[in-house]
């Protein structure tokens, strides 16, 4: 990708954690007010555009299942007009059939993508009509090129697997890398449970690893970010913490590639609604984990925190669970880089909607407050 990211000074990244509201119809996990959830995806966009006349927004994030299908066209327009070259916007697109998907890929992907040629493949051996749970990176180049990749989920929650096989989740069979220059840095976008293993030796985080050391022993680059988005009623569920234990522990003899990488967890705010889930601490608790050699300053607000993620070796910085926009900088990097900062991520910026569905940052002395006599410092595990 023709991307020119300020490394240095830090990667500018805005974490959009913001409600779904999904309800299953026929097959489908559709959001019920489409029009409501594409404006306030379209404040996020308009905020990111303002900021940048002040300081750039690089990397964009909102949750899976958070785009509505029928504003796609929208959403992109304004990425085209308003938001500067060097930007970078990941999403999640809510359920839509396998020939709808199939149509965006011949609407927006470059046609010597190779992904498309595989898939074309899969199609003819698919119900057209099967649901397909898929990720958006939206690409806009320094010199103003917009380059779009679709990516379906390999790993569906148990809301998307079903016993009759048509109407099960279509299973996606690749995961796209992006490799930035002039200035170096790689990454990659997830859905959820793409993250979590299958097993210790045939999963999707294990095949990112054995690239990523490819990647180190080859030519001396390295995998610098995971994006993992998701819609998520168990985010703090053990799984996710074993595999970040594999991801930056027990496996690191082996796994050079990895061990400097950033990833950050983009979760729906917990005032979400998913048909068919409950339970108490539901949603939001989204997060930026990095390996415990970088282990980030103790510090515990009202808005976010770090941590341990209990006993893991790691350093994680874990946000409220509420409706907020966080603006954070990552240096993944500064090891090597003498005009970073010391540590690999900073927050600059905490954004709350208000009544009048306006976005206000949350002031200094609002972010020093102590943590709500609600928030318990044990994990809930399911």
């Not at 299953?24 to 559709?30: A, N, P, Q, S």
Request: aromatic share 10%; proline share 4%.
């Amino acid at each position: 990708m023709d991307l020119d990211l300020p490394l240095g000074s830090g990667i500018h990244t805005l974490i959009a954690q913001i409600p779904n509201n999904l309800k299953l119809e026929g097959r489908l996990y559709k959001l019920q007010d489409p029009k409501s959830q594409f404006e306030l995806i379209r404040s996020v966009l308009e905020l990111a555009a303002e900021h940048a006349e002040s300081e750039q927004i690089h990397l964009i994030l909102f949750p899976e299942s958070s785009v509505p299908y029928s504003h796609l066209g929208q959403i992109t327009e304004i990425v085209e007009e308003k938001l500067p070259g060097n930007t970078v916007v990941i999403f999640g697109l809510e359920h839509i059939m396998l020939s709808q998907f199939a149509a965006l890929l011949e609407h927006y992907m470059d046609e010597e993508n190779e992904f498309i040629e595989q898939f074309k493949q899969d199609m003819s051996m698919e119900d057209v009509a099967k649901p397909v749970n898929s990720c958006v990176t939206i690409i806009k180049e320094r010199k103003g090129r917009l380059r779009y990749f679709f990516t379906a989920k390999t790993h569906p929650f148990a809301g998307e697997e079903s016993v009759d096989h048509i109407s099960d989740l279509y299973r996606g069979k690749a995961l796209f890398l992006f490799r930035c220059a002039p200035v170096t840095f790689n990454f990659m976008p997830l859905i959820c449970f793409d993250y979590v293993y299958r097993d210790s030796d045939h999963s999707n985080i294990m095949a990112i690893m054995e690239k990523a050391n490819d990647l180190y022993f080859q030519q001396k680059q390295q995998l610098d970010m995971l994006a993992i988005i998701q819609c998520n009623p168990k985010p703090e569920h053990k799984v996710f913490r074993d595999v970040a234990t594999g991801f930056y522990g027990e496996y690191l003899f082996k796994s050079p590639g990895v061990r400097d990488a950033i990833t950050v967890f983009v979760n729906s705010s917990a005032e979400t609604l998913l048909e068919g889930t409950k339970g108490k601490n539901a949603f939001g608790h989204s997060s930026i984990v990095c390996g415990i050699k970088h282990k980030l300053p103790r510090i515990k607000l009202s808005e976010f925190r770090t941590d341990d993620f209990f006993g893991s070796p790691v350093s994680r910085l874990r946000f409220s669970s509420g409706t907020r926009l966080y603006f954070c900088k990552l240096f993944p990097h500064h090891e090597t880089d003498p005009r970073s900062s010391r540590a690999m991520v900073k927050v600059t910026g905490v954004y709350l909607i208000s009544s009048e569905n306006e976005w206000e940052r949350i002031s200094g002395d609002d972010l020093l407050m102590g943590v709500r006599n609600d928030e318990s410092d044990s994990i809930y595990f399911y």
